[in-house]
């Protein structure tokens, strides 16, 4: 397999649907014109090297003094980003009226022309009169101050009315430019910038791509509340009258940049837009009145190091265990740290939730959160100074039943059955559309309709993936039947030398053969409008996975669970599942050669296989996945994809690299994940993989805008999962995966519908409508759906996934993850899974080192348990007092009532 080399020979999809979006991609780095960076005064402060423009006085270099070669802002585009137009940090955006007056706005970017230089001395290193916007004037300057840089400003009104502040925006200005880079140049050179929209207690972190220290903080000072996030749109192509605009591209390999909003109240807001994360608020400055906001840039040495950096400076740090997102039938905890005293707690809605004060650690208070609505919901806390610290949480109905309702609505709602279609789809579970409550039988993208790719099998693979943890006879059978008369033979080739390769679509345009078919209101020219022969290509290994993973899901309810799956045995599913992995590697390599989301699914596969005796398939399994890794450890960051950047490919990367024994590439791509996949006391950005380009291809609102919760949030969990079983010292892995896998429920509406992703920007602020890729995600929340019984040694014993109870030296854990089929106890290292049976509690006797397990009781379909137990740690697994060996796992009868087995060292 050939290494991809730089950005240049990537699939020309990437820049077609950029140009037909209207945000082109930038020219290569080769066909620019060098242009000398402007000159700069340089300074050392506490941590940093620090530049600032000697013209403009805006932050030219931001370098941490360990590794000077590296820069948080773009420096290296210096040249090409320098004059009127481009933004830095150190811009300002402000919207104001005089008294009643018309709104006006000011742009520093727009004309650095009137930035008028002032005397700087002492702690001041530079300070600037900006504008010309009588009568409020706008002093900025930077001050070395406690061993950190700060950046202020003070609005001064020398008029005689008042004025009122509608919005105020500070430019945050970090490296997070792909483009003209190669994989290994962005991961050393570039950042991700990810907000914790939490008002006076919110910040910034800018976290290198891989995943290395120093991280940067950017932290507010008084007055200073992150209030919202709001992208700086690109000049030319923002709304009319948009000022607050950036020369930059914005694409697939440049995201984009932020405004950390001081005030909003004055920006206008779509009447269908969802509410936004805080209350807008605005600022009136008296006759001769000031106000004066500003940020401080301090260096965390880890990112593991964030929080403890956070409460070193003083500032107040909230931590949900396990996460922000709470299920009605699983109550959470929050642990709040603050130097002022709590003097108030206020929830919106009033009736979303209840945090009710229970005993906690020395110097934390601790909170029992209680989720009793449904939706978005804000915890404000307020402090003795006056400040208020917002903490934003998710409350969804119990898993088991987001589960059910997800099934409900893809087998029946989603449910497409029509003999008369003339591409043959049914039966079939097809895209949606949430706005006009209808099956996607036909999209411009023609994949959306057409059961494959991302956008297109999103809703099936869902559906499948629901069956794993919560099978339903009724639904399994319109599954297999799926299975039976539309996925083999139409979307995967059933026999010949292409047997179990996988269509781009099973939809496409061709007006000829399918006259007054097609919408004419859809323009059908775009090279998303695959003709026949595009749509029947068997080389984007990306489908692959989707249809491997709906094989091996009917092969395990077969084997599991007899008489769920009727029609074939389970060895003509795990059969095909094998058939789809050989394929991809030889029907699509020039992808294969990467980490396929849902990559998982073809180590399960070979595990099967080997536990069943299939010894020839398996030999041939592994030997193809062998040469993929053997061609990953040859590469600094084997993270490519048919993207320039991705956060697609690291989790069967992970997985592979442990497989084959490839510990430190194993950890180098946990580290990555980490780099672009945070904590932070919001359930849309908790845990929330880097996404920003894919509403493009599976949203119906199509544009570069950072995504909460597609689909890499619960995948990244998976890799992340498996680490902090292997580490169980570092709860800052669990952290972040329950929140990638927990996110990725939020998408899931009351009725079942599942969304691809949330809207983040301001103007919209709700869920996409269409389903689109929403099921590769629901694939990880599936396959990594556990409990977790923890001892922390500041929190004591907790429960991610489940409820955790301390009594007489025994905890007792009751697990609420949704498939109650898997439980790590941390403290002994022990990973117990079931392919069958469920767990309905489960205690842990440290004194004794036992586990004793209480399964429930036998069902139709689940006569016998089926456990396994592992200490990924690399020591002894526990092994349970009674059951029969088979295809390495006990199987235990069950009965009428609950069975309880023990677990112990032997």
Do not use: C
């Amino acid at each position: 397999m050939a290494q991809a080399q730089g950005w240049n020979r990537r699939v020309s999809a990437v820049a077609i649907i950029l140009a037909a979006t209207a945000i082109g991609p930038a020219l290569p780095a080769a066909d620019k014109p060098a242009v000398a960076a402007p000159a700069a005064d340089r300074f050392t402060v506490g941590d940093f090297a620090v530049a600032l423009r000697h013209d403009t006085q805006t932050l030219a270099k931001l370098s941490p003094s360990t590794d000077p070669a590296f820069d948080f802002v773009p420096s290296g585009r210096a040249g090409e980003r320098q004059g009127d137009g481009f933004v830095q940090v150190g811009d300002v955006h402000l919207r104001f009226r005089v008294a009643e007056g018309a709104w006006r706005d000011y742009a520093s970017a727009s004309d650095h022309g009137h930035v008028r230089i002032l005397p700087a001395g002492g702690p001041v290193l530079a300070r600037a009169m900006l504008g010309d916007m009588l009568p409020i004037t706008i002093e900025r300057a930077w001050v070395r101050e406690g061993g950190t840089l700060a950046l202020r400003f003070t609005f001064v009104n020398r008029g005689t009315q008042p004025v009122e502040i509608g919005a105020l925006g500070l430019p945050m200005v970090f490296d997070n430019i792909i483009t003209d880079r190669t994989l290994e140049q962005a991961h050393a050179q570039a950042s991700f910038a990810d907000p914790y929209i939490g008002r006076d207690g919110g910040y910034v972190q800018v976290t290198r791509l891989n995943g290395k220290g120093p991280a940067l903080l950017v932290l507010p000072e008084r007055q200073t509340p992150l209030e919202a996030y709001r992208i700086i749109r690109l000049a030319g192509k923002a709304p009319a009258g948009d000022l607050f605009t950036d020369r930059t591209s914005r694409e697939q390999t440049a995201e984009g940049f932020y405004d950390w909003m001081v005030a909003s109240k004055g920006m206008t807001q779509a009447k269908d837009a969802g509410a936004p994360w805080n209350e807008p608020t605005g600022i009136t400055l008296a006759p001769g009145a000031q106000r004066t906001v500003g940020v401080r840039f301090v260096a965390a040495p880890t990112i593991h190091a964030i929080e403890p950096t956070l409460a070193a400076q003083g500032r107040p740090l909230a931590i949900g265990i396990p996460g922000y997102v709470v299920p009605t039938d699983s109550p959470a905890d929050l642990f709040v740290k603050a130097r002022q005293a709590i003097t108030g707690i206020a929830i919106s809605p009033v009736d979303a939730m209840t945090l009710t004060r229970v005993a906690g650690p020395a110097g934390w208070a601790r909170y029992r959160v209680a989720g009793k609505g449904w939706g978005r919901a804000r915890v404000a806390i307020t402090y003795a100074d006056g400040s208020v610290q917002t903490v934003h949480y998710y409350v969804t109905k119990p898993l088991a039943q987001v589960s059910a309702d997800l099934g409900r609505f893809a087998t029946t709602r989603q449910w497409f059955d029509d003999a008369r279609d003339p591409f043959h789809r049914a039966p079939a579970i097809l895209s949606y559309d949430r706005e006009a409550d209808k099956i996607l039988t036909q999209e411009q993208r023609v994949w959306i309709a057409g059961m494959s790719d991302e956008g297109g099998a999103g809703a099936w693979v869902a559906a499948m993936m629901k069956q794993l943890d919560h099978p339903d006879s009724v639904e399994v059978a319109k599954l297999e039947r799926m299975v039976d008369e539309t996925v083999l033979g139409k979307l995967q080739v059933a026999d010949g030398p292409h047997a179990g390769g996988v269509k781009k679509s099973l939809f496409w345009y061709d007006p000829r053969t399918f006259a007054g078919y097609y919408d004419p209101a859809t323009d059908w020219q775009a090279w998303t409008s695959w003709n026949a022969k595009q749509a029947g290509d068997l080389g984007r290994s990306y489908n692959y996975p989707h249809v491997a993973a709906g094989h091996w899901v009917l092969y395990r309810l077969a084997r599991n669970h007899p008489g769920l799956v009727t029609r074939h045995d389970w060895r003509w599913y795990l059969g095909w599942a094998q058939k789809t992995t050989v394929a991809m590697i030889r029907d699509a390599p020039e992808y294969a050669q990467f980490g396929q989301m849902e990559g998982e699914v073809f180590l399960e596969i070979l595990m099967d296989l080997k536990r069943e005796g299939m010894t020839r398939e398996a030999t041939e399994v592994e030997a193809l996945m062998k040469a993929r890794a053997d061609h990953w450890r040859t590469l600094a960051y084997p993270f490519g994809s048919e993207m320039a950047w991705d956060s697609t490919g690291q989790p069967e990367v992970y997985a592979w690299m442990r497989y084959f024994d490839h510990p430190k590439e194993a950890a180098i791509t946990s580290e990555v994940i980490l780099g672009y996949d945070p904590t932070i006391p919001h359930w849309g950005y908790n845990g929330n993989a880097r996404r920003y380009w894919d509403f493009l291809y599976g949203g119906k609102v199509k544009r570069i805008e950072r995504q909460l919760h597609h689909y890499g949030s619960a995948l990244n969990a998976v890799p992340l999962f498996d680490a902090y079983r292997r580490d169980p010292a570092d709860l800052h892995l669990l952290r972040v995966a329950y929140g990638g896998f927990m996110g990725g429920i939020t998408n899931v509406d009351r009725e079942g519908f599942a969304s691809a992703a949330f809207h983040s920007e301001p103007d919209m602020m709700k869920w996409d409508a269409y389903s689109g890729d929403y099921g590769m995600g629901y694939f990880g929340h599936a396959y990594a759906a556990a409990t977790y019984l923890v001892r922390h040694p500041v929190f004591g014993w907790l429960g991610f996934g489940g409820t955790a109870t301390e009594r007489d030296g025994a905890i007792d854990i009751v697990p609420h993850d949704g498939a109650r089929s898997r439980l790590f106890v941390a403290p002994a290292g022990q990973w117990i899974t079931l392919a069958a049976g469920k767990i309905a509690s489960a205690r842990y006797l440290p004194a004794t080192q036992r586990i004793e397990l209480t399964l429930d009781p036998a069902t139709t379909s689940t006569p016998v348990a089926r456990l396994s137990v592992e200490a990924p740690a690399g020591g002894v697994a526990w092994t349970p007092d009674r059951g029969t060996v088979e295809r390495g796992a006990t199987t235990i009868a069950l009965g009428a009532a609950p069975t309880t087995i023990t677990l112990a060292p032997r």
